[in-house]
């Protein structure tokens, strides 16, 4: 079945601490990106990646890391956490170049509460 | 970065009732995409739009790429039940980055 995967779907932890968020499609699509949802603002682009190692910012960036070492997997990196990084978050893929104009399809959504 | 205008923010309908929402833009998009979002998962894809002046259907859904690439509409007819959830409206522009711009999205009950 062709997905987006997300884990973890929920953690909650503390300010200053490292975290990973993990990212894997099995649909070999060149894009990825992150996006955060809260209330009232929709979903905002974090960082999107148009291919290995190639990565740049989104709307929100601030705070956040990315890499892409390899095409399926796309973690989100927050270094040092703080509470406004509390949200809902998702991880999307599509395919590129010929095929560029076809939807996203998102993960589940990794829920972070950060105290 | 900009977001999209997109109303109503919620709607309460009766059951078998037809629902209309849409979403304005400033910007022009080169495609429009509608997802739904239930609780707890993230957003599925309704329909997508690729033309100005497109009209597409999915079942009880049709959506319409405005002639001015700035808006877009959504409506179901004959609601249902499992209808309810948080419907997204999504401007993209062709191109390297390929960003998506969400509106804020309407929540939609359906009573029965």
């Known amino acids: 079945e062709a997905q987006v995967t997300q884990n973890p779907r929920y953690l909650i932890t503390v300010t200053g601490k490292k975290l990973t968020v993990t990212c894997s499609q099995n649909m070999n699509h060149e894009y990825m990106s992150w996006y955060r949802q809260d209330p009232g603002l929709g979903l905002r682009q974090i960082y999107y990646s148009m291919n290995v190692e190639v990565t740049d910012k989104g709307d929100v960036p601030e705070g956040y890391k990315v890499s892409r070492k390899e095409k399926r997997n796309f973690p989100l990196i927050l270094e040092s956490p703080s509470p406004n990084q509390t949200s809902l978050y998702f991880c999307a893929s599509s395919p590129a170049g010929t095929y560029s104009n076809q939807p996203q399809h998102f993960g589940d959504g990794t829920r972070l509460s950060i105290l | 970065g900009q977001q999209l205008n997109q109303s109503p923010q919620s709607m309460f309908i009766q059951e078998g009732e037809d629902v209309s929402m849409n979403c304005t833009s400033s910007?022009?998009?080169?495609?429009w995409l509608w997802y739904k979002q239930d609780p707890g998962e993230g957003p599925v894809l309704l329909i997508a739009?690729?033309?100005?002046?497109e009209l597409t259907s999915n079942g009880r859904l049709t959506a319409q790429f405005g002639i001015t690439r700035k808006d877009s509409f959504l409506n179901i007819s004959a609601s249902i039940p499992s209808d309810v959830g948080i419907y997204f409206c999504a401007g993209q522009r062709t191109g390297s980055a390929r960003q998506l711009t969400f509106g804020s999205g309407t929540q939609l009950t359906v009573l029965p």
């Open positions: 910007s022009i998009f080169n495609t």
């Open positions: 739009l690729y033309k100005a002046g």
